[in-house]
């Protein structure tokens, strides 16, 4: 179910839904009584499908979920992966026999493009547990790990194919967490990018004349017309954003783990209630510098709001559903529901798409919060539904509702609100509180007739979960209705014209009190509390239900920006009502949020200049912590450096960076704004964003790749700051060859990954065979190797580029071990242990001679430093479980003991790099 905060909601669960990390405990799946008379009842009542397929839809819930998978598109590494996965564990499988018949291989799903998405009809379950499938497994979960594959249901794939993501476009996930959707579309904001940024350089190295004959051979006219069609602005690199928010600290750092895999300077990961999500700015226009300077602020060409749900699609996965099914479940998420959807198409572009989904097939959570959004929103002609039936042709699917029946907490099933009202007035409001007219269709409401555009996926349909996706258009600009007013009429149409006419006809002699302006009512309405009596209850059991405990201090945070935001774009009236100026309103470059989130007042007697902004984190003594006034941990800030830094410049010129490569977006996470341990990159827009709201309290949990890493060295010419490898992919291509060493061979690469600190000193260079004297002369320090392709027996098929370091007496692959077991299995189908024999060298070279030593302690603490990530990803852990304990989140065991779901508790131990745990948490993606 969804995210509901609270009591339970937390980590706990009343249903088997999704939005709160609720996860059924880990129980033998055919054990569990799979029946609910009321979820049963109520579906069956609905005619969710015809009579006739009707067995095989409730068959197919009660039957566990197949096993699915989906490689890292944008990853040209990923695709020798699945290459693998046909030539080597597909025969494999098929020979397994599993209860007397043999195994159905993975079978690569028909409406996902390119054979990226598979599934398998053996459940998760057994894969885990059965021998036979022990090495398809180790396969599975080491891929994952290091970003190559990601652990997805099926039907969790289906929103973001739908959002049409292109390079280059800003997205906005709102409810990311744990990421599986957000994976995919950071994936799609990074499409193309490898083969761009090699043609760049290549065309750079052939005009420069250091290449004359490049493979791919792209000629000036080739180049030209790509040119084109691709996103080449910045030599290649994405301009694209994904901004990736959850609501749920913990959750939101859940969300950075998983998507640190992938490697994105593209990516920035906030926390917020989506509801009332704050405007991001955007620095100022450079047109405008020297006169008036006018907030803009940032409008997206995609959202998705994957909205937290009571989840009752899920039932195949989270077993729980089948016992805590409710009706209320639903009805306690409608407004939460709705206000995330106005929000995200408050903050979308003109012509551009939200995609609203949920794993829930009650219409409550659907259909009726599709309708009652575009309804808040001005209606059709504004928000339109794409019929996307001709989208994904092989993907089987259902039509929308136009009409449905609502059910009760108390198991009632109402036909329409005018039967609930006649119900009410008759005998009282017992157990129809939490109903709302919203909830129920409307013939009147300018949707009517069009919800059949919305997209339901049943799990009978191909053997999946179940899934409701809607994919809506902006057509103009909005002025969304607050809550407030939805049930009333439109007001009419009105200008600031006629307020400034009302306000002149009615000016007074100074003594006169002053009167209302009834024109202004038309623009602004007045806010009433309730919109209608059961929307407010269940919206307030929302806000008390808020996830986490980020509600509050978002509001005051969001208050003040909004207000920020929103000074610029209003007038106020001589009784001080304020109304919106219209001016700015056709004004291009101003990027107006109209009305403000509706949980955000705004404090009409502040002036513009003050504001209660969250204080900036006090800068922090070493090891000290802060926390804010929910007791979560204060984010370090995002510093860009300097790009004439000095140790910036040491790192240009140590290895010979091209002047192209864009200095200015190299960023530190510390107050005093300092390179101490790691140099991060981000791409230009993420960097302008992180800029532009330092201030702002918006809560950036995340951003950046780590690009630099400081390191001990062993001599003043050596730069102290070695290439990190998740850095490595975006800045390869840019160093010079005085730091490259090339490597063709697969044996010397094994030789590479098997033994962590081969000998180069004395003799031992000859033992590396072709790379032997390079590395002998290289010099010290890090280098980028380049494991290049052939057509030899003993070559590779794949490009690959890793960072190496040259200590004294020694070479180091600089990978986790966890990464050096990845490729020995994926390179070599080798489960060989990793070889360290340094520690005996410097046992023998310190019995020897004293001179000697300073070299492999040095290169052990690389091994440690090499490994930073895991002691990061530990800190994390710290970060989080800290901020559980400071916020005395008994929830948590509260959730164990009642048999509901864990899943948060069970994630955070995935952190700890445990790859069958971890495997767990990309599980959850639904
Ligand atoms: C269904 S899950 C999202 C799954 C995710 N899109 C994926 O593909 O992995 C819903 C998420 O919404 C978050 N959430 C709940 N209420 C929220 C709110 N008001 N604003 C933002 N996020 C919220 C929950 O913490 C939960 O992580």
């Known amino acids: ?44 009542e609905l005619g969710l499908v015809e009579e006739a397929e009707r067995e095989d839809f409730w068959t197919a819930l009660r039957r566990e979920l197949p096993n699915s998978f989906r490689f890292t598109g944008s990853k040209g590494q990923a695709l020798p992966v699945q290459q693998l996965l046909k030539d080597r564990y597909i025969p494999e499988i098929t020979s397994i026999e599993h209860n007397g018949e043999l195994v159905n291989p993975p079978n690569a799903i028909s409406w996902f493009p390119d054979q990226l998405a598979w599934q398998m009809t ?121 901004i990736a928010n959850d609501a749920d600290y913990k959750r939101a750092h859940m969300l950075v783990h998983q998507m640190k895999r992938l490697n994105s300077p593209n990516l920035i990961v906030t926390n917020h209630d989506a509801t009332m999500y704050p405007s991001i700015k955007l620095p100022t226009d450079p047109i405008r510098e020297g006169g008036e300077t006018r907030n803009r602020y940032l409008k997206f060409d995609r959202i998705l709001a994957d909205v937290p749900c009571s989840g009752d699609g899920t039932c195949r996965k989270n077993v729980n559903v089948w016992k805590d099914w409710n009706p209320g479940n639903a009805l306690g998420l409608f407004s939460t529901q709705v206000r995330i959807l106005v929000r995200a198409l408050q903050m979308l572009k003109v012509g551009g798409r939200v995609v609203y989904s949920t794993c829930s097939m009650n219409p409550v959570e659907n259909e009726a919060v599709v309708a009652t959004a575009i309804d808040r929103c001005g209606g059709m002609s504004k928000v339109d539904i794409i019929d996307c039936s001709s989208a994904l042709p092989e993907l089987k699917r259902r039509q929308g509702f136009n009409d449905w029946k609502v059910m009760d907490k108390q198991g009632r099933i109402w036909p329409s609100w005018q039967a609930v009202e006649a119900e009410k007035a008759k005998n009282g409001e017992e157990g129809l509180g939490r109903l709302s007219e919203f909830m129920f269709p409307s013939t009147k409401r300018a949707e009517a007739g069009s919800l059949d555009r919305c997209m339901r996926v049943y799990g009978h349909l191909q053997d999946t979960g179940a899934f409701f996706i809607t994919v809506l258009e902006k057509k103009i600009e909005i002025k969304a209705r607050p809550e407030a007013e939805s049930k009333k009429p439109e007001p009419e149409p009105t200008s600031i ?64 920006e909004t207000d920020a935001a929103m000074s610029t774009k209003r ?141 001990d060295v062993q001599s003043a010419e050596v730069c102290r700051w070695r290439i990190q490898s998740e850095g490595l992919p975006v800045l390869e291509a840019w160093v010079g060859e005085k730091r490259v060493v090339r490597l063709w061979e697969r044996s010397t690469l094994r030789a590479l990954l098997v033994e962590m600190f081969p000998k180069v000193d004395g003799k031992g260079w000859k033992g590396l065979g072709e790379i032997g004297e390079r590395v002998r002369d290289v010099g010290m320090g890090c280098c980028v190797l380049r494991v290049e392709k052939g057509d030899g027996r003993d070559s590779f098929s794949e490009r690959m580029v890793l960072p190496l370091w040259r200590s004294l007496h020694s070479l180091n692959l600089m990978l986790p071990k966890e990464d050096r077991k990845a490729m020995l299995l994926r390179l070599y189908n080798e489960d060989t242990p990793l070889m360290d024999h340094s520690k005996e060298r410097f046992h023998d070279s310190k019995a020897q001679s004293n001179a000697d030593i300073k070299d492999e302690p040095d ?68």
Not at 135 to 155: A, Y
Not at 181 to 190: D, P, Y
């Open 497 to 560: 014209m006629d307020v400034v006419k009302e306000i002149e006809a009615k000016t007074t002699n100074g003594s006169d009190p002053l009167q209302k302006i009834e024109a202004a009512d038309k623009i602004v309405q007045p806010q009433t509390n309730d919109y209608a009596e059961g929307v407010s209850a269940a919206a307030r059991q929302n806000q008390e239900n808020a996830p986490s405990s980020t509600t509050t201090a978002v509001k005051r945070e969001h208050d003040t």
């Open 859 to 926: 290169a052990i603490k690389d091994e440690a430093e090499t490994n930073a990530d895991v002691k990061d990803e530990l800190a994390v852990k710290e970060d989080v479980e800290g901020n559980v304990a400071a916020a005395g989140l008994g929830e948590h065991v509260e959730a164990r003991e009642d048999g509901a779901g864990d899943g948060d508790v069970e994630m955070e131990d995935d952190v700890l790099s445990d790859g069958l745990k971890q495997e767990e948490e990309v599980e959850d993606g639904v």
């Open 122 to 242: 053996t459940p998760k379950s057994v894969v885990r547990k059965f021998p036979p499938f022990a090495s398809f497994q180790k396969f599975l979960v080491s891929e994952t790990s290091v970003g190559n594959i990601s652990r997805q249901e099926v039907v969790s794939m289906i929103p973001p194919l739908l959002m049409d993501v292109k390079p280059g476009m800003t997205v906005l996930d709102l409810c990311a967490a744990p990421g599986s959707k957000a994976a995919q579309l950071i994936e799609m904001v990074h499409g193309g990018e490898e083969a761009r940024t090699r043609k760049v350089v290549r065309k750079m190295k052939m005009d420069q004349g250091r290449e004359t004959s490049p493979d791919g051979r792209l000629t000036e006219e080739q180049m030209k017309e790509e040119e084109q069609n691709g996103d080449w602005s910045d030599d290649g690199r994405t301009t694209g954003l994904l």
């Open 1 to 44: 179910m969804g995210n509901r905060g609270g009591k339970r909601g937390r980590g706990g669960s009343r249903g088997g839904g999704r939005g709160g990390g609720q996860r059924s405990i880990r129980t033998d799946y055919s054990e569990v009584p799979k029946a609910n008379a009321q979820y049963e009842q109520y579906y069956n």
């Open 571 to 711: 007038l106020k009236t001589r009784d001080g009502i304020e109304v919106e100026d219209p001016a700015p309103q056709g004004d291009e470059d101003r990027q107006v949020h109209w009305p403000p989130p509706p949980a955000a007042q705004l404090d009409a007697s502040r002036p513009e200049t003050q504001t209660s902004l969250p204080s900036p984190a006090p800068p922090l003594g070493e090891n000290q912590k802060q926390f804010n006034k929910n007791k979560q941990p204060y984010e370090e800030p995002f510093k860009y450096l300097d790009p004439d830094q000095p140790d910036l410049r040491s790192i240009y010129e140590f290895y010979d960076l091209s002047p192209v490569f864009p200095r200015d977006r190299f960023m530190v996470r510390n107050a005093l704004g300092h390179p101490s341990k790691t140099i991060y990159y981000t791409s230009a827009l993420a960097r302008a964003i992180l800029t532009a709201n330092a201030s702002s309290g918006i809560k950036f949990v995340h951003c950046g790749v780590k690009m630099f890493v400081k390191q």
